[in-house]
């Protein structure tokens, strides 16, 4: 999702910069950041893969363990312990297990549904 006003403030000034400006694009503070600014920012659905093992009772097919784990009693929460653990034990980050792909603009519904991220709320 965009926004329409995007008002220099003393927020885009940097210790490096200009402090009547925005750092990035030099517009001065209460312009409009230019059209091509990192500071103008836009809301974005994404898609986050996340391929780990888990271990799970010998018995278990792939269409029950599915529904266990997106429809059963489990909370996807405690996969964030178990990615926390798996950083301990390898010397490494997440980026070799993680994939993400771009579905679209956000939307305000989109926002409100899935955000934690407000485009009416980003610094400028």
């Not at 910069?17 to 950041?33: M, S």
């Not at 500071?39 to 271990?55: E, N, P, Q």
């Not at 599915?66 to 009693?73: L, P, R």
């Amino acid at each position: 999702m965009k926004r329409k006003d995007w008002t220099v403030t003393k927020e885009a000034a940097r210790p490096a910069g200009l402090p009547d400006r925005c750092f990035y694009c030099d517009a001065l503070i209460g312009e409009q950041h230019k059209s091509d600014c990192v500071m103008r920012c836009k809301t974005v659905v994404l898609d986050f893969t996340i391929r780990t093992v888990f271990s799970v009772p010998e018995d278990w097919d792939g269409d029950h363990i599915t529904k266990v784990y997106s429809k059963g009693s489990w909370c996807a929460d405690n996969l964030l312990g178990e990615l926390i653990s798996r950083n301990e034990c390898v010397d490494g980050c997440l980026c070799d297990i993680v994939t993400v792909k771009y579905i679209r603009d956000a939307t305000k519904r989109d926002e409100k549904e899935y955000g934690m991220t407000f485009i009416d709320k980003e610094e400028s």
